[in-house]
């Protein structure tokens, strides 16, 4: 399995140790024994593989963002807000991003949820469109940066196998609503980080000791965490026709929202419960 410069194939020893067996690019190996081993390696589950059941299959996100050098007169205008594009006309299944930075930078993106059953357009051919709307295509550009994420959406799958574990996007931590996941990747480490130790203080009592790591990454990360999965599928895969984007547009009409701030705090934050019996048909209706 891929593991960025190395492969690594991990397997339980006699007794309570695990062996990691590393691989580099230039065919080396050598092998790690240790009393745990930490699945960190991101959406591509490198050790603890695919959890996902047929039931609950694994969605994947995709995303780009630049970062963007601006002159002071043209940089004031974005400098005290947040811009979202929503809609299929400018990011279909997804949305598109202008937020301020440090002084006269910006970082543009968008990002969008691959839908299997559907042909859609690059990714960069929508920035572009952003960016010619908003009169940046011509800005300097500091840095490019994307990725993917992939997580199940009732995120059910097995976190532990023997002394194998996993955190972050292994495990299905990440946010399909705003299509990001370095925090709740964080979240999952300290979680995981005390229990480890005290597992390792106390190696009779390991496996209980770790059994609480689930029920403790989910009430970590909270019940709109929970939610917000259903929510990510509803709201980006049905957003593909100019029908899709009527719906929509409804909807932030009776939720009496367009501020960005409250669009920021639905899509990280998850505070959809402000909204209460509004967002529920929208929640739980098929498209």
Not at 157 to 174: F, I, M, Y
């Amino acid at each position: 399995m891929d593991c960025g410069p190395q492969t690594s194939v991990t397997s339980p020893l006699t007794g309570s140790k695990m062996a990691t067996i590393l691989k580099d690019s230039d065919g080396q190996q050598r092998t790690i024994t240790s009393d745990w081993v930490v699945d960190a390696s991101g959406e591509g589950r490198a050790l603890l593989a695919e959890g996902a059941s047929r039931q609950d299959p694994l969605v994947t996100g995709v995303g780009v963002e630049w970062l963007l050098q601006l002159p002071d007169g043209q940089a004031s205008r974005w400098g005290d807000r947040l811009t979202f594009f929503l809609g299929s006309s400018w990011v279909q299944q997804g949305y598109g991003w202008i937020f301020p930075m440090a002084k006269n930078q910006l970082k543009v993106g968008v990002c969008r949820l691959i839908d299997p059953s559907r042909s859609q357009p690059p990714l960069t051919a929508e920035l572009a469109k952003v960016l010619k709307a908003s009169d940046l295509q011509t800005a300097l550009v500091l840095d490019r940066h994307g990725g993917r994420i992939r997580s199940s959406v009732r995120r059910r799958e097995p976190q532990q196998k023997g002394r194998l574990l996993g955190l972050g996007d292994v495990v299905s931590t990440a946010n399909l609503l705003g299509g990001e996941g370095i925090r709740h990747a964080l979240t999952s480490s300290r979680v995981l980080a005390p229990l480890l130790q005290e597992a390792l203080q106390r190696p009779s009592q390991a496996d209980p000791i770790l059994a609480a790591y689930p029920r403790q990454l989910r009430q970590a990360l909270g019940w709109r965490w929970s939610l917000s999965g259903r929510l990510a599928r509803r709201t980006w895969l049905g957003l593909a026709n100019a029908k899709a984007d009527q719906r929509l547009e409804r909807l932030l009409n009776g939720l009496q929202t367009k501020r960005a701030e409250d669009l920021s705090a639905l899509l990280f934050d998850y505070r959809f419960e402000r909204y209460g019996l509004k967002a529920l048909p929208y929640l739980w209706t098929r498209s």
